[in-house]
């Protein structure tokens, strides 16, 4: 029999047991990052917190313990959906992502190298266009270095437990109502996108940034249920934030404020920009994913099996 990720043959599958699991995820999700942030409070509430200059009564994070306590919520809350998954799903948590026995690491690792090499090219063409936009960020080299460190240790659990939620349970979930690969992305980037409307990034021009993270939505699920693979879209995906994390600043970003190694006073968002780094850009991705999907097809198990 011909199995994809979607479709999973065995465990607990209804509809409403999904949509309860979906839910559930997110809640978990944002519950894991509130707890950590409110065990901090309790415990240490004058190490990490600074006030705002032009208001003392407001306090907030330090960008930099903000970033790893953030992650360390989202690596609990990964934990609690894993063992959710066998719980609620009556199945192991990686049948979410593959239909396979295991991930493929070998696809992940080529998505997230090929994905940041584009990011690469694509910076270093804007750099040599508007170098004056450019700063260098670096005060203390082994600051970036721990930094890098830790970026590279804690971003793929950001990344692949969203990649678990969305293009896992929720790509299941719609599949109970509609195979179509088009269908499916649309509503899941849809959903995807919207979730980053509250990022600061939507400062910088609300139309093509929240159209950007759309686009993006539907291009990783589109390829994930194309070629029964989320691997591709778990590595596009770290690739992005680890690349952000490391290389780009500025004022109105996720990683405001962090010790990246450049800071960008990046321009509003147009036309040109969401069409050249959104629809151009992941439309040379999606080629290339399409080309190495095929290409390794020869050595994919005769159960898998592409829309």
Same mark, same amino acid.
């Given at each position: 029999?011909?199995? %994809?990720?979607?479709?999973?043959?065995?465990?607990?599958?209804?509809?409403?047991?999904?949509?309860?699991?979906?839910?559930?995820?997110?809640?978990?999700?944002?519950?894991?990052?509130?707890?950590?942030? $409110? @065990?901090?409070?309790?415990?240490?509430?004058?190490?990490?917190?600074?006030?705002?200059?032009?208001?003392?009564? !407001?306090?907030?994070?330090?960008?930099?313990?903000?970033?790893? $306590?953030?992650? $360390?919520? #989202? !690596?609990?809350?990964?934990?609690? !959906?894993?063992?959710?998954?066998?719980?609620?799903?009556?199945?192991?948590?990686?049948?979410?992502?593959?239909?396979?026995?295991?991930?493929?690491?070998?696809?992940?690792?080529? &998505?997230? @190298?090929?994905?940041?090499?584009? !990011?690469? @090219?694509?910076?270093?063409?804007?750099?040599?266009? %508007?170098?004056?936009?450019?700063?260098?960020?670096?005060?203390?080299?082994?600051?970036?270095?721990?930094? @890098?460190?830790?970026?590279?240790?804690?971003?793929?659990?950001?990344?692949?437990?969203?990649?678990?939620? =969305?293009?896992?349970?929720?790509?299941?979930?719609?599949?109970?109502?509609?195979?179509?690969?088009?269908?499916?992305?649309?509503?899941?980037?849809?959903?995807?996108? &919207?979730?980053?409307?509250?990022?600061?990034?939507?400062?910088?021009? &609300?139309?093509?940034?929240?159209?950007?993270?759309?686009?993006?939505?539907?291009?990783?699920?589109?390829?994930?249920?194309?070629?029964?693979?989320?691997?591709?879209?778990?590595?596009?995906?770290? &690739?992005?934030?680890?690349?952000?994390?490391?290389?780009?600043?500025?004022?109105?970003?996720?990683?405001?404020?962090?010790?990246?190694?450049?800071?960008?006073?990046?321009?509003?968002?147009?036309?040109?920009?969401?069409?050249?780094?959104?629809?151009?850009?992941?439309?040379?991705? =999606?080629? #290339?994913?399409?080309? %190495?999907?095929?290409?390794?097809?020869?050595?994919?198990?005769? %159960?898998?099996?592409? $829309?």
């Amino acid at each position: 029999m011909m199995k %994809h990720y979607m479709l999973p043959p065995y465990g607990k599958n209804g509809w409403l047991r999904l949509l309860i699991f979906f839910v559930l995820a997110n809640i978990i999700m944002i519950a894991g990052v509130l707890v950590v942030l $409110l @065990a901090v409070t309790v415990i240490a509430p004058d190490t990490y917190f600074i006030s705002d200059i032009n208001d003392p009564r !407001l306090i907030s994070l330090q960008p930099l313990p903000y970033f790893v $306590l953030e992650h $360390l919520g #989202l !690596l609990i809350a990964f934990v609690v !959906l894993a063992f959710c998954t066998k719980w609620l799903l009556k199945r192991p948590w990686y049948t979410v992502l593959t239909s396979r026995t295991r991930l493929d690491v070998k696809k992940m690792a080529w &998505a997230f @190298a090929v994905f940041f090499g584009l !990011l690469g @090219a694509v910076q270093l063409i804007d750099y040599f266009l %508007h170098s004056e936009s450019y700063t260098f960020n670096v005060d203390s080299w082994g600051t970036y270095i721990a930094f @890098a460190c830790l970026v590279l240790l804690l971003v793929p659990i950001q990344t692949t437990l969203e990649e678990f939620i =969305y293009r896992g349970i929720g790509v299941q979930l719609i599949a109970k109502f509609t195979r179509q690969p088009v269908m499916i992305a649309l509503v899941m980037g849809g959903i995807f996108g &919207a979730l980053h409307f509250g990022n600061p990034e939507m400062n910088m021009g &609300a139309l093509w940034i929240g159209l950007d993270y759309i686009t993006v939505g539907f291009f990783l699920t589109y390829m994930s249920v194309k070629f029964n693979a989320t691997e591709y879209a778990i590595g596009a995906h770290a &690739a992005n934030n680890i690349f952000l994390y490391l290389f780009i600043t500025s004022d109105d970003v996720v990683g405001a404020n962090l010790p990246s190694l450049l800071y960008v006073d990046i321009s509003d968002a147009t036309f040109m920009s969401f069409f050249v780094y959104t629809l151009l850009f992941n439309s040379v991705f =999606y080629v #290339l994913v399409r080309w %190495h999907a095929y290409r390794t097809r020869q050595s994919l198990s005769q %159960h898998d099996v592409y $829309l």
